[in-house]
């Protein structure tokens, strides 16, 4: 990393990852490095492996881990901001298409495909209530089997590189069955989907899972019963709706910033208050 550093003598370092973080940290530590870093968190909390008090800006996801890393750290408050997981502007907030008829269903499982989709397997055979799109992701043997099943209410979608394909899917369906990876449920809560949990892996989507349940973000479905039918006792109803879309009211109201512009302005803020150190050394 040291050598890395020298080598590409970048201005600002961006860190999504908690490895390299932790490594950057130390080297801070010891005076081996003097590039500004930022900790950008792609989780709903933050491990024990990312870089702390030595990294100069963090972009958290949430108000209650912005206080948790306050409890934890001399971090100044100033050098944190609640941006939620950031995703691609690409990734539009509002929400444009209005579609009449069924209502559609994405069922996504990350960029591999969807590893239990065959869990609901006879309730998407049988299912009536809804149009599925399963985002299959480069799992090339799941998209040929559900296209073999040549049901007109289950669509497979082969793996999409493009954002702007993916925020025209998004706004194609009325919410998402996926799992608590940060990034995915980002994106949805950016489109105010309603989104329901099919599995966690365990570790960082465990935690995530219980973040988001615990905040009603989520809906967690349970594989003894039937998908369809908890889908329709969450989307047919009212009450279940109103709490769902005011806990996601919630959640952007923390976001302290909402545009590609105000995380540029903190940007540049780091890098001056970088040259103004340069300028006093």
Request: proline share 4%.
């Amino acid at each position: 990393m040291e050598h890395l550093v020298k080598e590409e003598n970048p201005d600002l370092i961006i860190c999504t990852h908690g490895f390299p973080s932790y490594l950057l940290s130390q080297l801070k530590a010891k005076g081996k490095c003097n590039v500004p870093i930022i900790n950008v968190y792609t989780d709903f909390f933050i491990n024990n492996l990312w870089g702390k008090e030595e990294i100069d800006f963090h972009f958290l996801p949430s108000e209650e881990v912005k206080r948790g890393l306050r409890a934890q750290s001399e971090i100044p408050l100033q050098n944190m901001l609640v941006t939620g997981i950031p995703v691609h502007e690409e990734i539009t907030k509002t929400r444009t298409v209005k579609h009449h008829g069924n209502q559609n269903i994405l069922i996504a499982g990350g960029s591999s495909g969807l590893g239990n989709i065959m869990d609901f397997y006879n309730d998407l055979k049988e299912a009536r209530h809804f149009h599925y799109f399963v985002l299959c992701g480069k799992n090339q043997k799941l998209y040929e089997e559900i296209k073999g099943w040549e049901l007109q209410h289950v669509t497979p979608i082969p793996y999409i590189s493009s954002r702007t394909e993916m925020n025209e899917l998004y706004e194609q369906v009325d919410a998402i069955v996926t799992k608590p990876g940060g990034i995915t449920v980002s994106e949805a809560l950016r489109k105010n989907l309603p989104i329901f949990v099919h599995s966690a892996l365990p570790g960082q989507e465990e935690v995530n899972l219980r973040y988001l349940t615990e905040r009603n973000l989520v809906q967690e479905l349970k594989t003894d019963q039937s998908l369809e039918n908890q889908l329709q006792e969450v989307l047919q109803d009212a009450d279940k709706m109103n709490t769902l879309y005011n806990a996601i009211a919630a959640y952007h109201k923390e976001i302290e910033a909402q545009t590609p512009e105000e995380l540029l302005a903190v940007v540049n803020w780091i890098l001056g208050e970088k040259q103004t150190i340069g300028l006093h050394a």
